[in-house]
């Protein structure tokens, strides 16, 4: 337990599902559902899992606030997925930066050894990511229609790396593809980091290709799961990092020569990419581009995909096919005990703003990075933000 002020955290245990229960129904976003929060043996699994922690705020034993975190032991990688605080909490700003210096000395014990964490606006508000940029954390790109807390379409990650990891532990043998070069140039200013150099070719592929086959869609989440751990265990898998998200549905051709598995999430209309299994070698932007339009009979309007930032050719194949760099991650990857740059490309078909200035107002560093991915992409809809 540690006392911060009038607040003591902790770790939560099973015995306080129903105050975190409370806490959720007065804290959560009107425009936010969060189903574990809706059953209480689900609630209970969670605080159990040794791949999370709850770290849960008290004053005078009442539950004020609670971070709910996702930990990856292998990659050395933690990401907050939830932050709820009672709305009686007026100093919210305070409140979190207080929560999150427990919450950062337990990620670094030995046991755990994390590297580096990470937040998202679907976890964190834009509001209260912005207040963590006291405490060290960097601003790293956006997901331009990926939904977020507030209810709107903009969503930010920023990161907080532990001692050492940006200057000792990245990989920095490669050259940038020249799509992404504007995004690391801002990261690089708000990380410190040292210059990358950027290609003036980009390698074609090595073999001809054939031609793409017939695709179908399969939604069956239990099957998708076992099929797809199963290539995961035997390292048949290409592509296949995703950070903290698994398949729920995957598109495939009736030889099973090509296997892509995605996350669906109907509700926002959102996918995720998450691996590939190719027997074949056909062209990634005609499979990319099919698998787009595929998903678009299905209403979803926003993908996304991570890929490796040295992989210039995968990069190059994914710009073509309407994947636009949106994200610049330095050390997003453990790669024995050095770490691997990835960058986040998304495809929207929605415009993310609408002919009125919405009514938030957006840190400048947000915007500089939607400017970029809205260059590529050959729009200008910046001017209905209010930048501060």
Known sequence: MIKVGEIQFRLAS?????????????GKHPSNSDPVFLDAEKLRESIRSPFTAWILGEKNGVALTVFSILIDLENRLAKVVRLYLDPVVTDWAGVLKKGLVPLLAYLKDPKRKIEVIYTTAQGVSLKQQEATLELGFKIVGVLPMASATEGNRLNGVAAYFFDKVLEE????????????????????????????????????????FEAVPSLELIHAPQFVLRRFSKLEERKSLAMH?????????????????????????????MATIIGERLEKAVNPTELYSQLARMLAREKISYIEVINDAADLWGIDCFVKAGYLPCTYFPALKAQGEKRRDYVVLARSSERL????????????????????????????????????
């Open 14 to 26: 099973e015995t306080d599902v129903f105050s975190l229960m409370r806490l959720y129904q007065v």
């Open 169 to 208: 532990k990245r990989h920095q043998d490669f050259q940038l593809h020249p799509a992404i070069a504007p995004f690391f140039d801002l990261v690089k200013r708000e990380c410190h980091l040292e210059d990358l150099p950027v290609a003036q070719d980009v390698p074609s592929s090595p073999v001809p």
């Open 241 to 269: 990092f995703y950070p903290f998200t698994r398949p729920n549905a995957m598109i495939i051709d009736r030889d099973e020569s090509v296997e892509i598995y995605v996350k669906l999430i109907p509700e926002e209309q």
């Open 353 to 388: 703003f609408t002919n009125s200035a919405l009514p938030i107002s957006v840190n400048k560093i947000y915007l500089e990075y939607l400017a970029e991915y809205y260059k590529l992409e050959g729009r200008d809809y910046l001017s209905k933000f209010k930048a501060k």
